[in-house]
């Protein structure tokens, strides 16, 4: 059944959408380090942004081609990069399925920061533009090759919502009861309904529709990982050489709360907790990440299975405890800001993730170690931080745009 390994020998064929990221880029690397063949797609989308917004990765990343040659040189392992805009470039894009017949795709290649989609209505419809449309070019152009593709789509909790009213949330579908018209109770299997918290969490949640309608319709294997807030900067391979250094980003846009947390006690500047800190949300090292993503190919969906959903988290926090216990390892201050965002002051989040624990994952957990390596990192490259870039800028709402702040 499956053609493509009886197309092409070993290595297998990956192609990384999206790999110039945060994700991508250590993705890439592991991957390739464990002998898949790697290309990656990326339009660096992510490098315009940062000139965009005036602001850098903390880390001094180094431009496409010189991350690959260093991989070169230190490993003897090809990567190649192709500039495509999934988004429009459907052609190429299709062009390139039918020429390279990976054996999966990786689509890490969407705007993933919820502040910046809801910095004004251009961020919204570019977000929704860019992600929807990537989305549905990668799952048409599959479909078109006729090719058997595992496509691997990196999802968000986030998708959930946060609050969840003492459920444990499953790993993507609900099992409901439901009355039939002569009264008898049936069993359903229904995608989690969806309760998105930006523009940008909606369309993730629009992208689980499209893998469900092509899924039904033509058949595809895809596997969509919901994953919490990732955290830490390196992985094995990007600490090989500085060359291949990750991104970190600080900034109120794409800084992430725990990484902007450790660099902010690395600078001396106060912990920015939102509001009273009392969201509780779901983390995992990028180290981790990269794993699944290596678990996720090696153990596809069977033809005709449903999309195979996984929660890509291993851990849960409130976000003040974060900063209370970044504020204890590094003797820094907690300065609780006005919630930027519309989010309800409190929520409880259960989850489970018992299906990568079943295919073998050791989670790595916060701890001091971890903690005070992200800490050095940033302390490293604190020359390069623009202290300006830090407070949280993006507003959710016009009341707020207008300084009254929102709660629900
Ligand atoms: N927060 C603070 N202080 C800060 C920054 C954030 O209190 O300085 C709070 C926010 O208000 C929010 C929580 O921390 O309640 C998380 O914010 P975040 O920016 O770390 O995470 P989020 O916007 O949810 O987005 C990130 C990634 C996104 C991914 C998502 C996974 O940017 O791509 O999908 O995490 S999840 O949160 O599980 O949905």
């Known amino acids: 059944t499956n053609q493509i ?155 959930y919502g946060y609050g969840t009213a003492g459920v444990k949330i499953p790993e993507g579908y609900l099992d409901v009861e439901v009355k039939t018209e002569q009264g008898e109770r049936v069993e359903q299997k229904i995608l989690y309904p969806t309760n998105p918290g930006s523009v940008y969490h909606m369309t993730k949640s629009q992208d689980q529709l499209l893998f ?71 983390f995992i090292h990028i180290q981790d990440t990269v794993r699944c993503i290596q678990l996720a190919i090696e153990h596809p969906p069977a033809e005709g299975d449903l999309v195979m959903i996984f929660n890509q988290m291993t851990e849960t926090h409130r976000v003040e405890d974060l900063a209370k216990m970044v504020k204890e390892l590094t003797g820094g201050e907690i300065a609780y800001v006005p919630n930027p965002r519309k989010e309800s002051a409190e929520n409880e989040l259960h989850v489970k993730n018992d299906l990568f624990l079943s295919k073998g994952l050791n989670p790595i957990t916060l701890n001091k170690g971890l903690l005070e390596e992200v800490t050095d990192v940033a302390r490293r490259y604190a020359n390069r931080a623009d202290l300006s870039k830090i407070p949280a800028r993006s507003v959710w709402t016009k009341e707020q745009q207008a300084g009254v702040p929102v709660q629900i």
């Not at 009886?6 to 380090?33: A, I, R, Y």
């Not at 990976?102 to 860019?130: G, L």
């Not at 899924?215 to 990732?230: A, P, S």
């Open 5 to 159: 390994s009886q197309m092409h020998d070993e290595p297998k064929k990956v192609l990384v959408l999206g790999g110039d990221g945060f994700c991508g880029w250590p993705t890439s690397l592991h991957l390739s380090k464990r002998g898949y063949e790697v290309i990656i797609i990326d339009n660096l989308s992510r490098r315009n942004i940062d000139n965009e917004l005036e602001v850098e990765s903390l880390t001094p990343i180094r431009p496409m081609g010189e991350r690959i040659k260093a991989w070169k040189e230190m490993t003897g392992k090809t990567i190649r990069h192709l500039n495509i805009d999934l988004a429009t470039d459907y052609d190429r894009l299709y062009q390139t399925i039918c020429d390279e017949k990976p054996h999966a795709m990786i689509h890490f290649a969407e705007q993933r920061s919820a502040p910046y989609s809801m910095k004004s209505p251009r961020h919204k419809r570019y977000t929704v533009n860019n992600n929807m449309n990537a989305t549905h070019n990668i799952l048409c152009a599959i479909a078109d090759s006729g090719l058997d593709i595992h496509l691997i789509h990196l999802g968000t909790m986030g998708v």
């Open 212 to 282: 469900q309608y092509y899924n039904k319709n033509d058949q595809l294997r895809i596997t969509d990982l919901h994953q919490g807030i990732v955290w830490g900067t390196n992985t094995e391979e990007t600490s090989l050489d500085e060359r291949l250094i990750n991104r970190f980003d600080y900034d109120g846009d794409y800084g992430t709360v725990l990484n902007r947390f450790l660099m902010q006690a690395a600078l001396d500047y106060p912990i920015t907790v939102h509001g009273t800190g009392g969201q509780t949300r779901a």
